[in-house]
């Protein structure tokens, strides 16, 4: 697995298959973690744990088609290893049966690799003692089966525990990823992100560092598609998976969401949303967008399909590690987009005149400049053109075909096509009312 660190390209542990990885050269497995000797994963246990979170992050990842959480767990995926996953909603099982895997994996006896899934921030309840309580917590019964008590587990205490043997660490969304609103200013439970909790030395059995994939909620395809990439690689079936020096996928989040937005061309031809509802940029009314990396609005929030300026929503850079005290108060223009908007509608303003110029030529044929009119009955005053648009368009063609060729002028020496406007040719009246199904339907000139 390699990822890029400011510039630097580094290579993590090779994987030439999970099977040499977790049983081959070492007998008990990497960490703990059992596997097969005899080639590739078979099986993945994903361990799903929720800290200061909305569970938005869960309604997300079970929302994703591409591949589908459901593809991952039924092993539809070719050569990919089932997914057995332990989620605290979505588990079927609950109480000790529940939580046993967990304490295996802790424990080194799961007999299977296992990955790590954060979703929500990490409360900073290790700062006191556990009779002091917790801000969350999941199972009860303490970590050593031999002397249970009936105190709730913390969440913070099953992170430290499970991040040795853990192959890989995914923070999805947010909050996990860098803190998100539960460390926003006023912080009252010391909130922060999971790299925060475990520290940039933190490496999994794999040598990976955590994996983070935010949005608040994230697109639920880029975690299962992250999920699906690294997993593809275990299996010596896909290139290494590239992350950025924040440990974000980098084919996800490298660009900013304004390069792919639906509304970037009115942007570029400085044309501005007043108000929600209006068709143009946001940026006026709060779109952080050409600043902010996401993907939303090329992979969809669901199915390939919605995204937040697709559904006319502003961009408030929820996928970003500032987020989201940085990009407050939602909804205000964001600082510095006077200056870029306003050069925009200088330059833009210029070019969408000439373009409404190049669009009005691309809009009719060479026979209807030739017969200076278009022959449609739905707008006949299209053909006439005024003095100023010959005078436009004598001087913008010089430019726009400086040093190419026009082959639309060659046109001009094309003669006009003898049976034009033939119904006229052949003295048809189309003036006289028409019997149509034995009833008398009203004239042109009646209408
Ligand atoms: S709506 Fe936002 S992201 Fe889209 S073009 Fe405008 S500023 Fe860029
Ligand atoms: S476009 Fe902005 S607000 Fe929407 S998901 Fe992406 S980062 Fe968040």
């Known amino acids: 697995m390699a990822y890029a660190r400011y510039g630097e390209e580094m290579r993590l542990q090779t994987v030439p298959n999970a099977g040499g990885v977790f049983g081959a050269d070492v007998k008990s497995g990497l960490g703990g973690l059992g596997g097969s000797p005899d080639g590739p994963l078979n099986v993945v246990h994903v361990f799903w744990i929720a800290g200061m979170s909305c569970d938005g992050c869960s309604i997300a990842a079970t929302g994703a088609t591409n591949p589908s959480v459901e593809d991952l767990l039924l092993g539809r995926i070719p050569n990919l290893p089932k997914v057995v996953l332990h989620h605290p909603v979505l588990s079927p099982g609950a109480g000790g049966e529940f939580i046993r895997p967990f304490r295996q994996a802790v424990n080194g006896e799961l007999g299977a690799p296992y990955v790590v899934v954060l979703e929500g921030s990490v409360p900073d309840d290790q700062a006191f003692p556990t009779e002091y309580g917790y801000f969350s917590a999941m199972g009860a019964g303490g970590f050593d089966p031999e002397s249970e008590t009936d105190q709730p587990n913390r969440v913070t205490d099953w992170l430290w525990k499970l991040a040795p043997g853990a192959a890989a660490y995914i923070a999805i969304g947010t909050c996990a990823t860098w803190g998100g609103i539960p460390a926003a200013a006023g912080n009252i439970t010391g909130s922060m992100s999971l790299t925060d909790f475990l520290g940039e030395d933190y490496r999994s059995a794999l040598g990976v560092p955590v994996v983070n994939i935010p949005g608040c909620s994230p697109v639920g395809d880029n975690f299962t598609e992250t999920v699906a990439a690294v997993l593809l690689f275990l299996q010596n079936l896909a290139p290494v998976p590239k992350f950025d020096e924040l440990g974000r996928p980098a084919w996800l989040f490298t660009e900013t969401v304004h390069r792919h937005c639906p509304k970037a061309g009115y942007y570029e031809e400085g044309v501005f949303a007043e108000e929600f509802g209006d068709n143009q940029c946001l940026v006026e009314i709060g779109c952080w967008g050409p600043v902010v990396q996401c993907n939303i609005v090329e992979r969809g929030a669901i199915n390939h399909m919605g995204g937040c300026m697709v559904a006319g929503g502003a961009c408030i850079g929820c996928t970003m590690p500032g987020f989201p005290d940085k990009y407050s108060p939602f ?81 001009k020496k094309q003669p006009l096509p003898q049976s034009r406007d033939i119904l006229r040719q052949k003295g048809v009246d189309l003036n006289r009312s028409v019997d149509v199904l034995g009833e008398r339907v009203k004239s042109r000139k009646e209408l």
């Open 331 to 411: 909804y205000k223009a964001p600082p510095g987009s006077a200056i870029s908007g306003g050069i925009s509608k200088v330059t833009g303003g210029g070019i969408r005149r000439l373009r409404r110029l190049s669009m009005k030529t691309g809009n009719r044929t060479g026979i209807w400049d030739n017969a200076h009119e278009v022959p449609s009955g739905w707008a006949r005053a299209h053909g006439k053109k005024g003095p100023l648009d010959s005078v436009n368009s004598y001087f913008y063609k010089k430019l726009q075909y400086h040093g190419s060729v026009n082959h639309a002028a060659r046109n």
